[in-house]
């Protein structure tokens, strides 16, 4: 496929999206691309034929969202993509505002997949469902067509995501961390992939590589066996960190020339990991505050500064 990127179905729908999927952080980065450089990144990834992009409310303080409106205008990019953004309000009103706020920087009137962003915290999901919760202002977004799917993401445990499945709601999607680690550390790919496979919900994976990409640089695994690690998973679509022309060609490469791992291929890598995965330490965002976005630690009370 040297002109395009495989695709998968989205869940219970019938729409295709690409198995890999443009992360909204790196790819808007300002203390590393400068905006001509970034949107050129993001056309150019959409050219090659990554159909699903990612973004965030707070990414860069409302730059990453910016970046990819004018990127996406563009060319009549914006109709050949899913776009996902995602809200980071607990309450109906600061979700409504952030949903006004996405579209006007997106330079869009609709978004594809609006996802509660970073359910890290035991009781953000009673939050989110309480009387003056976020979830109020979905069914309004969803009947004026200013949304179309909805879900959540988060890094932290797979109990809490249990607890958002737990919910009186029909969810879309989900993004979780899944790489060749998670699979011997509160385990993302045991407790919650089961589930939303189970319930026809489409899952996503993230961190592939770590987060920091710890699990190349330190534990030694190929790139393109931790990515072709978690593309064999039952999964939709990979959300990956592209922030140069250089890694959007290698991990081109590697959707290109994907061929799923066999069962035995799987179970070798992650015997060859399971040493070094027990105690996280490749996984550090399961288990810091560190890694918890500064909104979210604010919502929460917590110093956005000095956090461990």
């Given amino acids: 496929m ?8 989205f869940g219970r729908t019938d729409e295709m999206v690409s198995i890999l999927c443009l992360g909204g952080h790196a790819s808007t980065n300002p203390q590393k691309l400068e905006e001509a450089e970034s949107l050129k990144l993001i056309q150019r ?7 699903f992009m990612d973004n965030c409310w707070d990414y860069h303080d409302g730059v990453a969202e910016e970046r990819m409106g004018k990127a996406l205008a563009e060319g009549g990019r914006r109709d050949k993509t899913f776009l996902m953004t995602k809200v980071c309000g607990r309450t109906a009103k600061d979700a409504e505002k952030h949903l006004e706020d996405s579209l006007r920087r997106l330079k869009t009137d609709r978004i594809d997949l609006w996802q509660f962003h970073e359910i890290v915290y035991d009781n953000d999901p009673d939050w989110i469902f309480a009387e003056d919760g976020a979830i109020h202002v979905v069914e309004k977004a969803v009947k004026s067509g200013k949304v179309r799917h909805i879900g959540f993401t988060g890094h932290k445990d797979p109990s809490i ?16 961390p899944l790489n060749v680690m998670d699979v011997h550390y509160h385990s993302f790919q045991k407790q919650v992939l089961p589930e939303l496979n189970k319930r026809g919900i489409a ?17 030694g695994v190929p790139v393109s066996d931790a990515i072709r690690y978690v593309l064999s998973l039952p999964i939709t679509s990979l959300v990956s960190g592209i922030d140069s022309e250089k890694v959007l060609d290698q991990n081109l490469k590697i959707v290109r020339d994907f061929h799923p791992m066999s069962d035995e ?25 560190a890694f918890d976005g500064p909104v979210h630690r604010k919502q929460h009370g917590f110093d956005t500064e000095t956090v461990s």
């Fill in 2 to 9: 040297a002109h395009g990127i495989p695709r998968r179905k």
């Fill in 45 to 51: 990834a959409v050219d090659e034929g990554i159909t």
């Fill in 161 to 176: 995501h249990l607890k958002m499945l737990e919910k009186p709601f029909e969810w879309a999607a989900v993004l979780m």
């Fill in 203 to 219: 899952a996503l994976g993230m961190k592939s590589l770590g987060g920091n990409g710890s699990i190349v640089s330190k534990a």
């Fill in 265 to 289: 291929e799987r179970r070798r890598i992650e015997e060859k990991t399971r040493s070094m995965a027990g105690d996280g330490r490749y996984e550090l965002f399961k288990s810091s505050k």
